[in-house]
Each structure stands twice: as C-alpha cells, then as structure tokens.
C-alpha cells in the first residue's frame, strides 16, 4: 500500500512485510519529522496570508472612506487651514436675529460691532424707533457723540412717544456739556411717564444738572 502526500511516497507494505523493529522505528521519526515540517509550513503560510489580507482590509476601509466623504484625508495642518478659512455664515436678513446679535456685542462691549448691526436692524426695520436709539447709544460710547445726536434726533421725529429714546438724548447730550438741551430731552421723557424706569433715571439725570 502506498500513500503519496507532498511529493513523497511511503511504501507501508514494505515496511511491515521487510523492516525489521530498527527501520519502522527509523520509517516512523521520518514520519513524524514531515508532518511536523507540513505543520510549521502550513502555520506559516496561514500567518502571511492573514497579514496580506488585514492589509487588504485596512486599505479598502480607507478607500471607502475616501468614497463616502469624496475628499482624500487631511493632515492636521490641512484640517487647521481649511477651518480658519470656512467661510463665515451671512449675514441675517430677520431684524429681530440681527438686533439680537447687536444686544450680544454691547453687553460684550463690542461697540464697532454693535454699532454695525444696529445700523443693519435699521436698514432691515426702519420703521422702528428702538434700533435707533440703541445705536445713538453706542456711537456716543465710541465716541462720536455728534453722529449719536443726528440718530437720536432722527429716532424721535420718528416716534416721539418713545420715552427711551428721550433719556438717551438727554443723557448724550449732557455728555457732551450741552446742558439746555439736555434739559428738555429729559424733562420729556419725564413728562411721558415718572413712574417707568427711563422717566425715573430720566428725573434723576435732572436733578444732577447745573
């Protein structure tokens, strides 16, 4: 009988019918030796096959990803250049976002920013009179009293039962030592209401005046 594996045969008749107890003993280390060499080939083999395959794999994830996104990957410094230049977001057209936006950059003392979105409020809502006296406000806080006044002003012909506005007039021009006008500024914002909280401080910048 004769069993051929590999490349070798093995003749077991011969063995059994012929060797003497010496040469079966010799036949079966020589087995024992080719099925342990099979075994560490074999190992071996399944060990670079999977390898090959991880890599495979590993490649065809980041393919996929590149597919999924459309973009190849970026390094760090990619991902940093392309985020400080996003484009920023518009600007809002809704009057009631924008005024909003305004009242952050004040309370943050962002005047100049400020002062661009009041004046953006008005150009979305002119027709109302708060945008311009929070804007008058925050030209005075930056210093250019003189365009403050022209708001203002032009704020209280617009509506001129807006009390705010008439504390805000009187409290610029105050500021800027116009005292007679700042007088009559803050008497009409008393005489639209002493009880709310602009015909209070209104009455107390009264009291403060020369």
Do not use: C
Request: glycine share 6%; aromatic share 8%.
């Amino acid at each position: 009988m004769r069993y051929h594996s590999s490349g070798f045969s093995i003749n077991f008749s011969d063995s059994f019918h012929s060797a003497g107890p010496k040469t079966m003993t010799l036949n079966f280390k020589t087995i024992s030796i080719i099925l342990l060499l099979l075994i560490i080939t074999g190992l071996v083999v399944f060990s670079l096959t999977r390898s090959y395959y991880s890599d495979q794999a590993r490649s065809a994830g980041d393919s996929a990803t590149s597919s999924v996104t459309g973009q190849p990957e970026m390094t760090t410094e990619q991902l940093i250049d392309s985020l400080q230049n996003y484009p920023q977001p518009t600007a809002s057209n809704d009057p009631m976002v924008v005024d909003q936006q305004a009242n952050e950059a004040f309370q943050s003392a962002d005047y100049v920013r400020a002062a661009e979105l009041y004046q953006r409020v008005i150009e979305l809502a002119p027709h109302k009179v708060e945008p311009y006296n929070n804007l008058g406000l925050t030209l005075h806080y930056l210093g250019r009293s003189s365009e403050a006044l022209t708001v203002l002003k032009r704020g209280s012909e617009l509506d001129p039962r807006f009390q705010r506005i008439w504390l805000t007039l009187g409290f610029v021009q105050s500021g800027v030592g116009n005292v007679e006008e700042a007088r009559l500024a803050l008497q009409r914002a008393v005489d639209l209401g002493v009880d709310t909280p602009p015909g209070r401080n209104a009455r107390e910048l009264l009291d403060k005046l020369p």
